[in-house]
């Protein structure tokens, strides 16, 4: 079943707040984007940067793993999420 977009924002939100919260990633996700606080800030009501933080959390299994894990949000939402925010759409080449 695919997620809707308003459930997506929560996801999207809900990762923004373990990033911010997360000592260790932040700083990666931070130098690798060019993001400040108030970037991060201002992120939390564009679903494109929220998608921008899933796109992120997605580049590694572990960070997905950890996240879900603290969240006790089900392994396959962030990607589910992701599909259903600006530029989640999948392309199909045939």
């Known amino acids: 079943m695919a997620m809707s977009r308003n459930e997506a ?4 939100l809900q990762a923004i707040a373990w990033l911010a919260g997360n000592e260790d990633l932040l ?5 690798s984007t060019g993001a400040d606080e108030a970037t991060l800030r201002d992120g ?6 929220q998608a921008a933080v ?5 580049m590694d ?3 997905v793993g950890r ?10 939402v ?4 992701r599909a259903a925010l600006p530029g989640g759409e999948t392309i199909h080449w045939t």
């Open 54 to 58: 899933l796109d992120f959390l997605l």
């Open 27 to 31: 700083p990666v996700f931070m130098s």
């Open 61 to 63: 299994d572990a960070w």
């Open 9 to 12: 924002e929560i996801v999207g």
């Open 44 to 49: 939390l009501a564009d679903p494109a940067f």
């Open 78 to 81: 962030p990607m589910q999420a």
């Open 67 to 76: 996240f879900c894990d603290e969240t006790g949000t089900d392994y396959s």
